[in-house]
């Protein structure tokens, strides 16, 4: 069981799902760069980390949220919180991105497709309502996991006190509103995604005592079978993965993995607007195996030393602010 509020393993697992990510992009999301499908199929489930990090929202947040004694008069001083925590590295990785749309035109190898983001386009990143308009795009494709967290943000603040209530049969009712949302909605929107989230949750309801180990088997049961058949097996892996992870050895520590976890949403951000800019443009000339090996190498190694530097001066002192924000009692 958990010692205390921190949960150790949780900055390991951030790791983890970040290079992931990170991986997937330079492999298989770089044009002309990686051609052995062998090499680009394994590295394609990267993208799955984001997956590892939606069952880690779905504990870490109400974990935090039932530590603070959190009610429903404090849903706006909760989303507050969370936006002091985590708009101003997205800001910024947002200005750096209408900034690269601009520098791409003046490249050599620029094909003169139009890619300027539109007034209409960069307001609708300001709350995440790219998917409520048809047609609109994200300036980089990352942002979409943004928007799906931030939904489920709204959502805990507002249902909490139903899912930790000590009453079976609002809960069921919960488990039952997570467990189908795949059935209403699609990729796009948070319900599609709730069974993954549920995952977190009930391991927090378990880890707090709030159900038994039965109840939390057998909720989790009914989202895994959730996962499989609604959304996909390498869904079901990758957060089945995590769920047992935060179980079974919460306590666990890496300082490497304490550091990149630390660090985890900036790169996260700023890993297309670092190393994968660099491969872009390398792409175009390195066709040794080992070139581009190194190169891989350097992008990533670019990206964390950029995302440490955002980390440092951006998003620990929001996040040190939002800390000392306190819920009323």
Known sequence: MIQDKNVPVLNSLRAIAALSVC????????????????????????????????????????????????????????????????????????????????????????????????????????????????????????????????????????????????KMWLRIVMYALFLSGPIWFRYNFLPYYLPIFLLGIVLCLYKTKVISLMEMYLVSLLAFVSIGFHIDVPSLCFSGFTFFVILYFSNLKSAIGNFLGNISYSIYLFHSLTGMILLNYCAHFATSPLIKFILIVAALLISIGASYLVYRFVEKPSKQLSSRIKYKK
């Open 23 to 166: 991986m997937f992009h330079y492999v298989c999301t770089v044009t002309g760069f990686i051609s052995n499908t062998a090499i680009t199929s394994i590295f394609s489930y990267g993208h799955y980390g984001v997956q590892m990090f939606f069952v880690i929202s779905g504990f870490i947040i109400p974990w935090s949220m039932f530590h603070g004694n959190y009610k429903i008069n404090n849903f706006l001083t909760f989303t507050a919180k969370r936006l002091i925590r985590l708009e101003p590295p997205y800001l910024i990785s947002l200005l750096f991105g209408i900034a690269h749309t601009y520098i791409r035109t003046l490249s050599p190898q620029y094909n003169g497709l139009d890619i300027t983001p539109t007034a209409k386009q960069i307001a609708l990143h300001f709350g995440y309502m790219i998917p409520f308009f048809e047609g609109e795009k994200w300036i980089r494709p990352v942002y979409w996991t943004l928007a799906i967290e931030f939904q489920y943000y709204i959502t805990i603040g507002l249902l909490f006190t139903f899912i930790f209530s000590n």
